[in-house]
């Protein structure tokens, strides 16, 4: 069932990230992916996370597509102006990609190219609003294509962030559901409390948030993630318990198994999981749910 089939049914989706290669050896991102074939609906393809260069999400998502697997490809307003992100974006539907996800892009001083400059011509409502153009048969300069694709379109929403106002967001949201915004992918979640505030605003019936289920590698990486990200919260009871547990890695896979199945049960549409390089560690989240 492709995923719009499926959010349309009202069935939950599993998604999956995989990071395209930094080089052109594509063979373990496409052997990650089939060892999970039928047990993920679409795999996320980044682009060029945390401004680190690799190959391209259009390049990632049309090479799983060859081989019969659903992908969702990022763009990102940080490395193309409106020119470049419209032909990437039509290149993607004429080679079978139907789900795109529209993102910033983090800022390259944190990637590996420090003297690269940000590009940033239109920023994520306008780039969400541009996909919408392209689908009713224009492009930006309202000149008619020859052939219109069509997308399910998504976006982030940046949940339980610390000082963030619940209002703000779901403003922010709504807007970006008015531009276009069909699904909404969230910042890692270890704790549905943190998020309350934000779901009483909203119908998770209607509006598609996927929460993303990151799966930990390490107490010290755990230990890290809640003293210096602002956006993801680790209570202190679940460091406590990866430092009890001499199993470290058994147990961050356990966590990432039970906040899916919480996360199902609560009536989410689906759940994205990050590995962040640990691709061949999808078979044991998955096979357990």
């Not at 420090?114 to 780039?127: F, G, M, N, P, T």
């Not at 990200?229 to 009871?237: A, E, G, K, N």
């Amino acid at each position: 069932m492709q995923l719009k089939n499926k959010f349309d049914a009202g069935e939950f989706a599993i998604l999956a990230e995989i990071e395209p290669p930094k080089g052109v050896d594509v063979s373990p991102m496409i052997a990650n992916a089939k060892r999970v074939k039928g047990m993920v609906d679409a795999f996320i393809i980044p682009e060029m996370s945390n401004a680190v260069m690799r190959m391209s999400s259009l390049g990632g998502a049309m090479i799983l597509q060859a081989e019969g697997l659903e992908t969702i490809m990022q763009v990102n307003c940080r490395d193309r102006n409106r020119i470049a992100l419209q032909a990437d974006l039509l290149a993607a539907n004429g080679c079978g990609v139907n789900n795109v996800m529209a993102v910033t892009g983090e800022d390259p001083g944190i990637g590996d190219h420090h003297k690269a400059r940000s590009v940033y011509d239109l920023d994520l409502l306008e780039l969400l609003q541009v996909v919408g153009t392209l689908q009713n048969g224009k492009d930006m300069a309202g000149i008619e294509l020859a052939g219109a694709p069509k997308f399910l379109v998504g976006s982030t929403v940046n949940l339980g962030a610390k000082g963030r106002s619940p209002e703000i967001e779901v403003n922010e949201m709504k807007k970006k559901i008015e531009a276009g915004a069909e699904f909404f992918i969230t910042p890692p979640l270890f704790d549905l409390s943190v998020i309350d505030p934000f779901l009483k605003r909203i119908n998770t019936e209607k509006i598609k948030i996927i929460p993303t289920v990151l799966l930990l590698k390490s107490l010290g990486m755990a230990r890290y993630i809640a003293q210096n990200l602002d956006h993801v919260y680790i209570p202190d009871s679940l460091i406590e318990r990866l430092r009890k547990t001499p199993d470290k890695v058994g147990e961050c896979v356990k966590i990432s198994c039970e906040m899916i199945h919480t996360l199902k049960n609560k009536g989410f549409s689906g759940v994205l999981v990050s590995t962040i390089g640990w691709e061949h560690k999808l078979p044991d989240i998955l096979e357990k749910i």
